[in-house]
Each structure stands twice: as C-alpha cells, then as structure tokens.
C-alpha cells in the first residue's frame, strides 16, 4: 500500500515568492505537503514564515540537510543558488523541488539530472502553470484532435522590467536574462503539448547597457546590462511543427501570450497562469471566448506542482514537472544564444519523458 502520510518539506529561501506564493498554495494542499521549517540566509524571512504557520526556522542549509525528519526541500533562493541548493540536496539524498531556471548552464542541469537518478530521488521544477485546469483542456483536445494537426506555437512573456520589479539588476546579469527566467512558461507550454525541440535558429542581444530601476526602494539606482535582453527565437520541434517565441525586457509586445496553431484552428490560453478563460477560432469562425473549466485557479496556484511532486513520491510515479523537462528547456535557451552568436541554427540534444496528462481525480484533489 502506498504511504499516503503528506511529505515532510522544508522552504529554502524565504522571499516573496515563498511568502506569497508557496507558502499559501502549499498550505491549500496539508494532505500532500507538511511545511516541517524554513530556512534563508536572513534568518528574520525565515523567522516570518514560520510565524504564519507551524515550522521549524532551521539556522542552516546543513541543518535542514541533515535532519532525518525532512524529506524534501522546495528550493526558492535567487537563480544563481538553484543549482548549488537542488544540488546539495539531492546529494543529501533529499527529493528537490527547484523554481525555474533549473540551472543557469546546461552542464549544471545535467549534473543535477545525473545525481537524482543515481540517489533514486524525485526531482522537479517550476513553472507549474501547465497544471492548470485551462491548460490541461486545451492539451486534451489538442490530443482529440480538435483543431486538426498542431503545426506551429507562439509564445511571448516581456516587458521593460525595471519599471515594476525592484531588483530588476539581478535578473540582468549572474547568467539570467528574460530567456531563462520567463521563456519556461510558453517553452513548458509548447513542448508538453508538442513534444521535444531539435534545432534552433536565435536572435538575440543587449539593447540598452545601462538601466535605471523605476520601482521599490532602490528606485533611481543605475545598473549595468550583461545578459542579453531582447530577442526571438525559432523552434523545430521533432513533430514537424515550428515554434516563435519573444522575449523582452527592453519592449513590451503584443504578440499572444500562448497561441497554438492546428490546420483546423487555433487556441489561444494564458502559458502562465490558469482560470483566464480559453479563445479559440477555427477556418469558418472567428474568435469565441469560453470560460475557464469548473474549479480552475485564476492565477498561477504555485501549490499544484509540489502536491504533484509529493503524490509522485508517496506513490513512486514520475513526476510531471520533472527536471529533466526543464534542462530540455534550459538547453532551448543556451542553444538560442549560441545561434544568435553564431549566426547559423543549432542542435538542441537533451530529451525528456514526456508527462502524463493529471486526468481525474487530480493528485491534489
């Protein structure tokens, strides 16, 4: 009989997206994920967590490492900490959850696939949203058919960053960039309802060397630019279809969020967040408007994907956001900036199990 005890986890890296996104999410689900502690550099986030529900503050990575008690770790820190956090979990032989990028070099990624296989633990990562209720309808009738043969996707996540996030600097240098922070969304869209990439053609640059920040309490700080900030990228996928994606923090576009393109018609869906409702238009309509299906979260319910995570675990299945799909992605983006540098299109060559449909009931239900 599977254990069907929720998993005991521990939140490493305390900052607003634990706080207002994890933290809260994880709590609607107490059957699959017990938060046993927190642990962060700034023991006073930790410490704040921990006041809002029942936990451990733990006073190092070590300790929660060590803690025979943890099972698990969802891994919140800034980019540049995903791969040395998920790392050193996985090598304590703790099952890792990581937010996205999974790393911020390919080389990283296979690293941590490696260690979680050879440990034999699970091993997942953001984004979460193609566990969403609008994204699972529109992938199941893409299956049916529904819109004929999928032979191309578009995807598009920007905006000039600095005039809402106040520590837009660090997500414009250490390896970061729009690419690997925001391209997961459309990217984990488009390859869950596709399948794997294998070459790419890329455009990319930076437009604007130095930045100011517009928001947050550093507003009027001057920063400098050394990742690539603009840019397209086009996708063969090994099915046949090809892929547009628009990345940006220099300028905000109106190119669709999602679209995905079938010879009988089209559906157009959030790739980030569930409950917005579904268009769709076929060669004899124009776009129609549906609502989101019975119980969908509007927004992105960052809870889904470590409910998932822990039913994979009690129940021994793999998980659906699985590491191995984010290091495809990741790849896609490296080999996007390799083409731009280059100027000829390149092989993408990792791969990944492809994810099973939630189906009902649902692992969280």
Not at 158 to 179: K, L, Q, R
Not at 191 to 203: A, F, N, S, W
Not at 339 to 354: E, I, L, N, Q
Request: glycine share 10%; with cysteine; proline share 8%.
């Amino acid at each position: 009989m599977p254990d069907s005890k929720p998993v005991k986890t521990v939140i490493v890296g305390c900052g607003m997206i634990a706080s207002r996104g994890y933290q809260p999410r994880c709590q609607v689900y107490p059957h699959k994920i017990e938060l046993v502690g927190y642990y962060d550099q700034d023991i006073t986030r930790a410490e704040t967590l921990a006041q809002n529900a029942s936990g451990k503050v733990y006073q190092s990575l070590e300790d929660v490492l060590s803690d025979p008690n943890v099972e698990a770790i969802i891994n919140l820190t800034i980019h540049t900490g995903h791969y040395p956090v998920s790392l050193a979990g996985l090598t304590a032989g703790k099952h890792v959850y990581s937010e996205k990028p999974v790393a911020l070099r390919i080389e990283e990624a296979d690293q941590l696939v490696e260690t979680a296989d050879a440990m034999g633990v699970k091993f997942a990562c953001a984004p979460v949203a193609m566990l969403g209720s609008v994204q699972q309808n529109v992938w199941k009738r893409l299956r049916a058919g529904e819109i004929g043969e999928v032979v191309s996707a578009i995807g598009n996540f920007g905006g000039p960053i600095e005039y809402w996030h106040p520590t837009a600097d660090a997500f414009m240098s250490n390896g970061v960039g729009p690419f690997k922070d925001v391209a997961p969304y459309p990217l984990t869209a488009m390859t869950t309802m596709i399948g794997p990439v294998k070459r790419v053609y890329g455009l990319a640059r930076i437009t604007l060397p130095e930045r100011l920040l517009h928001a947050g309490p550093r507003a009027g700080t001057p920063y400098k630019v050394t990742e690539k900030d603009h840019g397209f990228g086009l996708l063969e996928f090994e099915t046949g279809a090809y892929g547009l994606l628009y990345h940006s923090w220099t300028a905000r576009s109106e190119i669709p969020p999602y679209e995905i393109h079938g010879t009988n018609g089209v559906f157009s869906i959030q790739a980030h967040d569930d409950g917005r409702g579904i268009r769709k238009c076929t060669p004899t309509s124009s776009w129609e408007v549906e609502d989101s299906p019975e119980g969908a979260y509007e927004g992105l319910d960052w809870g889904k994907g470590p409910a998932d995570f822990a039913d994979a675990i009690r129940n021994n299945r793999p998980v659906r956001c699985s590491g191995k799909h984010a290091r495809h992605v990741l790849e896609i983006c490296e080999r996007i900036f390799e083409s731009a540098d280059k100027g000829v299109p390149v092989d993408v060559t990792s791969r990944f199990p492809a994810p099973a449909p939630v189906g009902e009931p649902t692992p969280w239900s």
